[in-house]
């Protein structure tokens, strides 16, 4: 069935790019195995095009790209430091984020908060909101015991969050990104 798919995705981009048939084998191998690949030549060839057409057919898979220049620093490239994260007592956004209790006392309270819009004169939700905002936020504070003063990046829509990466005109980037 992979195999299948994989055929039909090939025929599709050799109907596209003329005499590329190489590059687009090359790249379907890539896929397949999970392997890095670097692809040189002179402008002009279609390898960019090429590889655009694969990953418009590649479904779920996140992508990352970025037409390198000279102005292209690490930080865009693969996240920048979560200054959050060097605050002591203070708990990193990503690790917020990801916590699954830390995400469902929050829909709670945001639930308490709309009852309580709806009737302010309902002491019940005033009750349960202050309940569960001191719940969070003790919450909270043991989260910032495990994670705080834990240096972090954070590398949202970045190459270390991307199973496909494309980095285009890289002899163009700054010695420092290219390494």
Do not use: W
Request: with cysteine.
């Amino acid at each position: 069935m992979l195999r299948d798919k994989m055929l039909a995705v090939m025929e599709e981009v050799n109907s596209e790019a003329a005499e590329r048939r190489e590059l687009v084998q090359t790249i379907a191998l890539a896929l397949l195995s999970g392997s890095n690949l670097f692809i040189l030549g002179a402008p002009g060839q279609a390898k960019s095009f090429v590889v655009n057409e694969f990953r418009k057919r590649i479904t779920g898979a996140k992508q990352f790209e970025r037409l390198l220049s000279r102005q292209t620093d690490e930080e865009a490239l693969f996240g920048r430091l979560d200054l959050a994260s060097l605050i002591p007592g203070a708990v990193p956004a990503q690790v917020l984020e990801q916590d699954g209790t830390y995400r469902m006392l929050r829909q709670e309270l945001a639930q308490a908060a709309e009852d309580f819009r709806a009737d302010s004169a309902d002491n019940a939700a005033a009750t349960r909101m202050q309940g569960l905002t001191e719940k969070l936020e003790q919450y909270r504070k043991g989260l910032s015991l495990l994670h705080g003063g834990t240096p972090m990046t954070i590398t949202a829509g970045k190459i270390p969050d991307a199973h496909i990466c494309f980095l285009d005109e890289i002899f163009s980037a700054p010695v420092a990104a290219r390494q």
